[in-house]
């Protein structure tokens, strides 16, 4: 063995056998930041429209994005805390779907926040590096510049004569959420970061059908579970 492979291997014994200060304990913050995918596992009932009544086959889907995540943690006591998720705005292209309307491809787009908090339970020991950790809460999504496509306006039109615009609005959704994540911890205040999350988000969409002299010809509703896995890989720095 060469010397600086023994002393390598010295100086790894040494930072293994090291006692850790502790690690996580009452009254720490610990600080997250990496990249957030909301993954929706969604379905819908059928389009169900004023003029038209419902339509069998007439659903949509929701894709998936990825963002800006960031996480936050107080530490109420060594074990009990209380995390916050936040994003920037993720934006979702809604799709056709169903026997009706799949393969007709996007036909609305929405953005929203998905702010999340929950009680988050540490089992480790204060001193582990290890900190994995399970949380239940509540999720609050707000859907904002949600907007029609022309492939919708222009789907709409061929069941609805004469529909030459279209609009589309989101029920904010407020549900339950759950959490399991991990921290590793490779400095005293340093360590890397992993969590998935499970979120009940479910909207009424309303899709307003206008006329070319802007009157107002229909209007639609469908109801859609979006209900996402949300999946987060980043880094935790703890104050
Ligand atoms: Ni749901």
């Not at 990825?66 to 936050?72: A, P």
């Not at 702010?115 to 999720?139: D, E, I, R, W």
């Amino acid at each position: 063995m060469s010397r600086s492979f023994k002393l390598g291997v010295l100086a790894a014994a040494v930072m293994a056998a090291a006692p850790m200060a502790q690690a996580y304990e009452a009254g720490d913050f610990i600080g997250r930041a990496g990249a957030v995918t909301v993954d929706p596992d969604s379905s819908s009932s059928d389009l169900n429209s004023n003029a038209l009544g419902t339509i069998p086959g007439a659903e949509v889907s929701v894709d998936s994005n990825t963002q800006l995540g960031l996480t936050l943690t107080y530490m109420v006591t060594d074990q009990i805390a209380v995390g916050v998720l936040g994003a920037t705005p993720f934006k979702h292209d809604i799709e056709g779907d169903g026997t009706v309307l799949g393969g007709t491809g996007k036909l609305a787009e929405t953005k929203h926040l998905p702010p999340t908090v929950t009680l988050q339970f540490f089992p480790m020991p204060s001193s582990s590096k290890f900190q994995p950790y399970a949380g239940v809460g509540v999720n609050y999504t707000n859907f904002f510049e949600e907007k029609t496509t022309q492939t919708l306006t222009d789907t709409y039109a061929a069941l609805a004569p004469g529909v030459t615009r279209t609009d589309i609005e989101l029920d904010d959704s407020f549900g339950l959420a759950a959490e399991i994540g991990m921290d590793y911890m490779i400095t005293e205040n340093v360590g890397l970061n992993a969590a998935i999350w499970w979120a009940d988000i479910d909207t009424e969409a309303t899709i307003n059908a206008y006329t070319a002299g802007g009157t107002k010809a229909d209007t639609s509703t469908v109801d859609v579970d979006i209900d996402p896995w949300v999946y987060m890989v980043g880094v935790s720095y703890k104050f």
